[in-house]
């Protein structure tokens, strides 16, 4: 494998522990199971448009209660949906760090929406006196850039905005639609199966 000089992460599942089921529980604790739930095409629908940054966290939240049936509060809408984002564990924040540290130029590209985010800005990412900011060169947010993943020219876009070559970048991700789109576009990627894969990976790697 050539060498990997710039590393692009996702957020969930590579970054950020995850639980779906505690996601679900929440959501039915306030009447709005349904929302979160990807075969109701409406419901979809919002969820997507929120993660596009098509739609405000409070029209969000709006279109859940009219689609629901529920009459829960923004804030009660927001807890239950930040129910899905257990950590990042410090061990994590430290190896990014170490990779900046190293030279490697450090990225995310996450398909995510402003109620995650912002968790996990606020609440996830601190660690001694770091933040967010101090992890990456840079971040890409699907709700910013109005393009998701596994759309082609999500990639394109960072590697128009960043400068970074292709041949020379490893996506981490751990859907494979995700990293065969990167693939694509001439990144290198590689699918994060299990949680802590990826810091093996790269220790076997660079």
Not at 92 to 113: A, I, P
Not at 168 to 197: H, M, W
Request: charged content about 25%; aromatic content about 8%.
């Amino acid at each position: 494998m050539p060498r990997m000089k710039h590393i692009i992460f996702d957020l969930g599942n590579v970054l950020v522990q995850l639980d779906t089921p505690a996601c679900i529980e929440a959501f039915k604790k306030i009447d709005m199971e349904m929302v979160i739930h990807r075969a109701n095409d409406d419901a979809k629908s919002v969820l997507e448009q929120l993660g596009l940054g098509l739609i405000s966290v409070e029209t969000f939240c709006q279109k859940a209660r009219e689609l629901s049936g529920s009459q829960a509060s923004d804030e009660a809408i927001c807890h239950a949906a930040n129910a899905m984002l257990v950590e990042i564990p410090d061990e994590k924040k430290r190896r990014l760090l170490d990779l900046r540290v190293r030279g490697h130029r450090v990225f995310l590209l996450s398909n995510t929406n402003s109620i995650h985010w912002d968790y996990c800005v606020e609440q996830l990412f601190p660690y001694k006196n770091y933040g967010v900011a101090d992890y990456f060169e840079r971040i890409f947010l699907s709700q910013e850039m109005h393009l998701q993943k596994p759309d082609a020219e999500i990639f394109n876009e960072v590697l128009r905005q960043t400068g970074i070559r292709a041949e020379d970048s490893i996506f981490i991700d751990d859907l494979p639609e995700n990293c065969e789109a990167a693939r694509g576009v001439g990144i290198q990627a590689f699918q994060n199966t299990n949680f802590d894969d990826w810091e093996l990976f790269l220790d076997r790697n660079l």
